[in-house]
């Protein structure tokens, strides 16, 4: 069974940038209790362009850079928890956008997790020969679902979209330790699960009008305990160790969640992505929009492995190893 691969990347957001101090102005909180907080000093906001529109221009980015012609894509996911649009889904509109003429599409949601969800199950469709290209998305507006009178989570969140396109892995690659016959997958196999009996921590409540909640030290103890065993477990399955990685792009929670997971994960060589400084919590877009940032900007070489993971609403988890593009 052959496996696959990240091809190229894309990723899109808004223009306007609402800054900390823009924030100040509208709620009782500043510039430094924020900072110290999260870590976050702006984030991007759409004004006009709905999650179609971002998810469309992220995805049409990561296809041009894959050098592919729409029709080779079979099948296209879009990863996101505020799409305001039930049927059509995301993933077929963002195929029509590109012209996709017959690629299955359709929405995972998963909240912070929903990429990496997202991506395992393009895997899977690869792997097993149900797909040849895939189109993963994580596409998120998150001012639409944001209570800007909440200081403790209208400082979080922000918009924007990342994307992926999957193909099949025939390069062969060796595995870190030099096994023989052992090869390291462009995907490696994912770990994912959830925690339903928490799933309060993290939430998008009051039904058709949702906004989102959060209990902020629940989830913090969670993401930098639970979380480490997972991290240790995907780098296992993908046949390395943390201190192998290349790169840890984590959600972009919260910059001192984001700290404390990869001290304790050891990944000491690694590129640590810290988008979330710049663009603040975008749940399911925040993991594609840091990767595709990081390699764009040359801070991670190709070839080198990545420990993806996702985490939040739910509480749900998804984490892979993948080989940068």
């Not at 059509?88 to 990496?116: E, H, K, M, W, Y």
């Not at 595995?175 to 339903?196: E, F, L, N, Q, Y």
């Not at 919590?281 to 996702?310: F, H, I, M, Q």
């Amino acid at each position: 069974m052959q496996g696959s691969r990240i091809v190229a990347l894309g990723h899109h957001q808004p223009a306007k940038v609402l800054t900390n101090h823009d924030l100040a102005g509208m709620v009782d909180t500043s510039d430094e209790w924020i900072r110290q907080r999260t870590g976050i000093v702006t984030r991007r906001i759409a004004e006009e362009e709905t999650v179609t529109d971002l998810a469309a221009s992220a995805a049409a980015k990561a296809l041009a850079a894959a050098g592919l012609d729409p029709g080779e894509v079979d099948l296209v996911v879009v990863a996101t928890c505020t799409a305001m649009d039930r049927c059509p889904s995301i993933g077929t509109q963002v195929a029509g956008r590109l012209g996709i003429p017959a690629a299955v599409g359709f929405d995972v949601n998963n909240g912070c997790a929903g990429f990496c969800t997202a991506l395992a199950t393009a895997d899977h469709a690869v792997r097993a020969g149900a797909a040849r290209y895939a189109l993963v998305v994580g596409a998120e507006r998150m001012s639409d679902v944001t209570d800007w009178t909440d200081r403790s989570t209208c400082v979080l969140l922000g918009d924007g979209a990342g994307a992926a396109v999957l193909g099949p892995d025939t390069s062969g690659r060796p595995d870190t330790a030099g096994r023989p016959g052992a090869h390291r997958p462009g995907v490696g196999p994912v770990v994912w699960g959830s925690d339903p009996t928490r799933g309060h921590a993290v939430r998008l409540d009051d039904g058709w009008r949702p906004h989102f909640r959060q209990e902020g030290q629940t989830v913090y103890r969670w993401a930098t305990t639970a979380l480490v065993p997972i991290a240790e477990e995907a780098c296992r399955r993908a046949g390395l160790a943390p201190a192998d990685l290349g790169a840890v792009v984590t959600h972009q929670a919260n910059l001192r969640i984001i700290e404390a997971l990869v001290d304790r994960l050891g990944a000491t060589g690694a590129v640590v992505a810290r988008d979330v400084v710049e663009s603040g919590n975008t749940s399911a877009a925040s993991v594609p929009l840091a990767l595709a940032k990081l390699v764009e900007r040359g801070e991670v070489s190709s070839g080198a492995p990545a420990l993806l993971l996702g985490f939040g609403g739910g509480l749900s988890w998804a984490g892979q190893v993948v080989t940068c593009p």
